[in-house]
């Protein structure tokens, strides 16, 4: 194997390559990850036989290496010898870019530790390509990775969007999504405008958007609207008004004298807002 092939033409230093790799259309793969791939001494994966099947479609025969959350500490000492011996290493997850939402970061983290070289190789992932075709803002967002399978904690983290000026961009499970999106409307409100993405770049890829209440009488009605992976965005707030007036100048200073739930009870009788939406934003500012 030529070493040159994969590594700069300036430097013979070992690399771990961070590949991403298709979350649904095989086709979606760029040359160069095939290349490096195919031309790396190992290839670390999430899964190794959901790799394997990939590897089996590219007509690659690489040796695999499992690198999943349960052994990523143990397996990167590992690694690092390896690079250290001279080996080029290649990083990929089941789907998409591996370290967001997947297994990764801490093996990075510590091959730049040691002085070694990471290097990138961009391409799918599921929040961005969901961001790309939601028609929601995108000039800043927040990513929250998987949202708590728990109903508490899930109601909490969506409470804590009420006043987020910045999209907001979350996974979540088949199972759960419907649970989820009553979460959402009760916590943000029906009118809040949200985006689903499910199974993007697949056959039966969807994206519903619309105010909250809307998307999930869509997904309620339509069981098929249920299956697959799922992307939420919620889009951000930049001002809360009613009345005319803005909920925020008026909450405010009432918190810094009051607690919550009076505070939130004097804001709606000024503003007209609703009072729950007052004590949500006021729940939100004292945190």
Not at 13 to 31: E, H, R, W, Y
Not at 89 to 96: C, E, K, M, R, T
Not at 121 to 133: D, H, K, M, N, R
């Amino acid at each position: 194997m030529s070493k040159q092939i994969i590594k700069s033409m300036s430097t013979q230093q070992a690399i771990l390559f961070v590949v991403a790799t298709p979350i649904g259309n095989m086709a979606d793969i760029s040359q160069r990850a095939i290349k490096v791939l195919q031309e790396v001494d190992l290839v670390c994966a999430e899964d190794t036989r959901h790799t394997r099947q990939l590897f089996n479609h590219l007509d690659i025969s690489n040796d695999l290496l499992s690198l999943h959350e349960h052994n990523e500490r143990e397996r990167t000492d590992l690694i690092i010898q390896k690079m250290q011996a001279g080996q080029d290493i290649a990083l990929v997850s089941d789907a998409g870019t591996p370290a967001i939402s997947d297994p990764g970061f801490i093996l990075v983290r510590e091959v730049r530790k040691a002085g070694l070289k990471v290097s990138p190789l961009p391409g799918p992932s599921a929040v961005v390509t969901a961001l790309s075709a939601a028609g929601i803002a995108t000039h800043s967002f927040a990513f929250d990775g998987f949202l708590p399978s728990k109903t508490g904690a899930r109601r909490a983290q969506y409470a804590g969007y009420i006043a987020e000026p910045r999209t907001v961009a979350v996974y979540e499970s088949s199972h759960r999504i419907q649970a989820s999106l009553e979460d959402l409307v009760e916590e943000l409100g029906p009118d809040r405008h949200i985006a689903i993405a499910r199974e993007l770049t697949k056959l039966f890829e969807t994206i519903i958007s619309g105010n909250a209440d809307k998307v999930l009488e869509q997904v309620a009605g339509d069981s098929n609207q249920r299956k697959g992976e799922f992307v939420i965005l919620i889009e951000g707030v930049q001002k809360v008004q009613a009345g005319g007036e803005d909920v925020l100048k008026v909450l405010k200073p009432l918190l810094e004298e009051l607690p919550p739930k009076q505070a939130a009870g004097l804001t709606a009788k000024i503003t007209g807002c609703k009072k729950k939406e007052a004590y949500n934003l006021a729940l939100s500012l004292k945190d």
